[in-house]
């Protein structure tokens, strides 16, 4: 209980700064690489339903709400002791404002998920501000148990690919594979999990799983992403049915070495743009600078979940943000390749004191599987 008891007078503390009556933490019950789950990582239980939140009083007192009803047994595992099941979120927030005795200028954690009714109904009653930094903070510095779930995330990454390796043959669907997949990570205690992948003799994009069945000579790419605890990892690969063109191997060695390239300038302080630029300096010395940004390519990289970086964003070459310590980090020279179409290589990685950590054991190649 001492954890929990820190996390939350980090946030008293902060909310007192603010000069803060209180806090809400809102949740729409989403779990996505786009965007951080502030009440999850605040509650350490992730809600289900679409319209959650937690309010928080500059004394300390913490109520926890949840819709649909039944939840609340579900999430009564987190650390709040007070959780409350509704059947009528909206009204029934108001009435924790009320009882706790809420009126002046609350912060709003997780705005960008409150549906409009309900932000409606409590700025009649009290001055919101947004305040999504609040966490943001609290999560820069990870807690042991939260290094725990990202190292245990890692090695989710490596059961998925193993599982994607195994089962990449001729004559299997993409939809197959990836089940597959899902199923040998879920097993391993992923709570959630986001797969791209793409097949062919050229692939343009990864895109979700489709029917296509695998045919030799068939280069596949996938994008890896278990969620454990709200810690997500990543893991971009490129598996070959047979043995490719000699061509392919040496537009991967380019993108190795572009990766090794942006993984060297990674260290706190750093602005985030160096990763960006000095992948992009590898591949335009190769020949290939307009297919380094759009609308070939996107991103060069991004952070995830709550205290990272551009989490679910963009880092390019214009991204001023500074890496910081502790940061979970997805750097990724995904890129299309006139000669070989689209090839994904790419690693997450943890920002240390000095450098970086490589996460995940899956050695970084080309993979040939003979069939």
């Not at 709400?65 to 007070?82: F, H, I, K, Q, Y």
Request: proline share 5%; glycine share 10%.
């Amino acid at each position: 209980m001492g954890e929990k008891n820190r996390k939350l007078e980090k946030v008293l503390d902060l909310i007192g700064q603010k000069g803060f009556d209180g806090l809400v933490i809102y949740s729409s019950g989403t779990c996505s690489i786009l965007g951080p789950s502030y009440l999850h990582y605040f509650a350490e239980a992730r809600p289900l339903g679409r319209r959650n939140g937690a309010v928080v009083t500059r004394h300390g007192k913490v109520t926890l709400l949840v819709e649909p009803a039944w939840d609340a047994g579900r999430m009564a595992a987190s650390w709040v002791e007070d959780v409350q099941g509704t059947s009528s979120f909206p009204d029934e927030l108001v009435r924790v404002l009320d009882e706790e005795g809420l009126t002046g200028t609350v912060g709003l954690v997780g705005g960008r998920e409150m549906a409009e009714e309900v932000y409606e109904k409590i700025a009649e009653k009290v001055t919101l501000e947004p305040a999504d930094g609040i966490i943001e903070s609290l999560a820069r510095e990870k807690t042991p148990l939260e290094m725990e779930h990202v190292y245990r995330a890692s090695r989710i990454a490596d059961i998925g690919f193993e599982a994607f390796l195994r089962e990449a043959r001729p004559g299997m669907k993409e939809t197959e594979i990836v089940a597959e997949m899902e199923y040998a990570m879920r097993a391993e205690g992923a709570d959630d999990i986001f797969i791209l992948i793409s097949s062919g003799p050229h692939n343009y994009e990864m895109h979700e799983p489709t029917d296509r069945r695998l045919r030799q000579g068939d280069i596949i790419i996938g994008e890896i992403t278990p969620v454990c605890e709200g810690q997500f990892i990543q893991l971009c690969r490129t598996v070959a049915l047979g043995l490719p063109a000699p061509v392919v191997f040496e537009k991967y060695r380019m993108l190795l070495h572009a990766l090794d390239e942006s993984l060297s300038v990674i260290r706190p302080g750093v602005e985030s743009s160096a990763m960006s630029r000095a992948m992009n300096r590898v591949i335009s010395e190769a020949g290939y600078g307009k297919y380094c940004y759009p609308p070939y390519m996107r991103a060069r990289g991004h952070g995830f979940g709550v205290g990272s970086i551009a989490p679910g964003g963009v880092i390019d070459d214009e991204t001023k943000t500074p890496f910081e310590r502790l940061q979970v980090v997805v750097v990724h020279p995904n890129q299309y390749i006139p000669e070989t179409g689209y090839l994904a290589c790419g690693e997450t990685v943890l920002v240390s004191s000095n450098g970086i950590e490589r996460l995940a054991a899956t050695e970084t190649k080309l993979y040939v599987k003979e069939v």
